[in-house]
């Protein structure tokens, strides 16, 4: 919970931090997400997608560097090989997860829901369901899977 007029936040471990526009100050050191690292089967396929069809500005890497970065505003969303990077942490030897329920969700501001999703749907991309209002989370939005999986939601606050 944060205190607004102290600026500081209390997590459930009891821990303080101060909260900065810009990221956190934990143990006297600014924590700021820079990036979400998509860990993918299918390296092209996924490049493909998010440059080609989400339009998204790379920043660095290409086909055959094994690692893409993309531009996404203040942060970036990166690709790798999956197993590139369980060879990199030194689990190369551990089986490859079995399909599931999805276990994380990349979410993407725009400024018009349903623009992007004609937009998207006119490239051929199958979405999950239509632009619709979550009014209980407070956004305009609608969810398609990239080519290896994972579940995107493209999103819009809706006004107060």
Known sequence: ???VQT???RSEFGRRAIVFLNGLLIGGMILKLSHVRLLVK???SCLEFYRDVMELEVSWGDEE???ISFKTGGSQIGLFPRSDMATAVGEAHKPVNAEHQPS???IMAVDDVDAIYALLKSKGVRCINTPHDMNN??????HLYDPDGNLI??????AV
Not at 153 to 158: D, L, P, Q, S, T
């Open 1 to 3: 919970m944060l205190d």
């Open 7 to 9: 600026g500081q936040h």
């Open 42 to 44: 299918d390296y092209l």
């Open 65 to 67: 560097t094994n690692y």
């Open 104 to 106: 994380q969700c990349l």
């Open 137 to 142: 989370w407070g956004v305009r939005c609608f």
């Open 153 to 158: 939601e493209v999103n819009k606050e809706m």
